[in-house]
């Protein structure tokens, strides 16, 4: 029996089962996350990957979350998405182990996990699952996975896009679904250029006609038998059992940190030119910066004075002020130029 999509059901377990390991033995091949905390889902995924085995076997996980960016391991936070719009609107930022581009979680966004072992790992056939899937719900909607692992509608609305991960011995690819996502806060926390470089022209959209949650989850939860050969009822999960899946807390806990999700951004430079007036002497004046960002930390800084405003040694310590502190654009900014005002007056008074 499926069960449908988020309706309420506690968790399904048979009695006695004390670990998800057990569950798989048993048959279960299918889940869906209770949770809609984005942190949580990704750690069930890590979770599944580095501890179950997945030699000649698939999963199959659903789950939603609630409103959220999330960025591919490799990418820069402050490059793809507006953060201050973020804060103002409680939206978390996560950086999940897989890469791809960023992408926009909320309620109207169905994510769907395939889990195999590398071998077995094949996303051209996991997405037809898919589209056969909502063809089958349906049968009028035009659906189909592109070259790039979207899946797009009436060969132009954009409603799915791929990630994956592979390890020695596990593998996973999880895709988003659009179905009823809010496409004026996407478009609110993500930069231009990220909406350019993650949609398939044109601009992303988000299709109200897909089937609504309930129907397609069914829809997508019965699409992994027939595609793969197995029978299967789904289970719910709670992902913050950790007697279920010892450690999970752990993992969650690590990807909500500043490390993780901003430590691992790669090296990057910012060039940027503030002004800087003295109200004593109504002198005014420009400076060219350079800023290094290594592991989120800003590395090194230089700053190139017109005029010769200040002294080259009170530059370079000017420049010490910041080094070696977390990356923040506009804090950085407003503390260089505060002591940058704070030097230079010091330095008016004693020449």
């Known amino acids: 029996m499926v069960v449908s999509a988020w309706t309420t059901p506690p968790c399904l377990f048979s009695a006695g089962l004390h670990s998800f390991s057990k569950l798989t033995e048993e048959g279960v091949l299918i ?23 997945l030699t000649n076997r698939r999963l199959f996980l659903l789950w939603r979350s609630r409103a959220a960016v999330v960025i591919g391991r490799h990418q820069n936070p402050w490059a793809e998405c507006n953060q201050e719009a973020m804060r103002n609107a409680g939206v978390p930022l996560a950086r999940r182990r897989s890469g791809g581009g960023t992408v926009y979680h909320d309620i109207g966004n169905l994510n769907l996990t395939f889990f195999s072992c590398r071998k077995l790992y094949d996303r051209q ?18 659906v189909r996975a592109t070259e790039r692992l ?18 020695r011995g596990a593998s996973y690819h999880h895709c988003t679904l659009l179905h009823s996502a809010d496409g004026s806060a996407l478009r609110s926390v993500l930069r ?8 398939t022209p044109p601009p992303v959209l988000s299709p109200t006609h897909l089937p609504k949650v309930p129907k397609l989850l069914n829809a997508v939860s019965f699409c992994f038998s027939p595609e793969f050969g197995v029978s299967s009822p789904l289970a719910v999960l709670d992902p913050s059992d950790e007697s279920l899946f010892p450690g999970i807390g752990r993992i969650a806990s690590e990807l909500r940190s500043w490390e993780w999700t901003f430590g691992k951004t790669p090296k990057f ?5 503030i002004n800087l007036s003295d109200d004593l002497t109504l002198e005014r004046t420009t400076a060219q910066l350079h800023i290094e960002v290594k592991n989120g930390l ?38 260089l130029k505060t002591a940058a005002y704070l030097v230079y007056n010091a330095f008016v008074l004693v020449r």
């Open 269 to 273: 430079t910012v060039q940027t030119e």
């Open 31 to 53: 889940f869906q996350s209770k949770s809609t905390d984005i942190h949580q889902n990704l750690a069930l995924e890590d979770w599944i990957e580095s501890n179950v085995d």
């Open 192 to 199: 231009p250029q990220s909406l350019v470089s993650t949609a």
């Open 125 to 142: 056939r996991n997405l037809k699952a898919v589209t056969d899937a909502l063809r089958r719900a349906r049968p009028e909607l035009d």
């Open 298 to 335: 800003v590395s090194s800084i230089d700053v190139t004075f017109q005029h010769q405003w200040l002294p080259q040694r009170l530059i370079h310590e000017l420049c010490g002020v910041l080094t070696g502190e977390r990356f923040c654009p506009h804090l950085n900014l407003a503390l």
């Open 150 to 167: 979207d899946i797009v509608l009436d060969g132009k609305y954009k409603i799915s896009g791929s990630a994956s991960r592979l390890s």
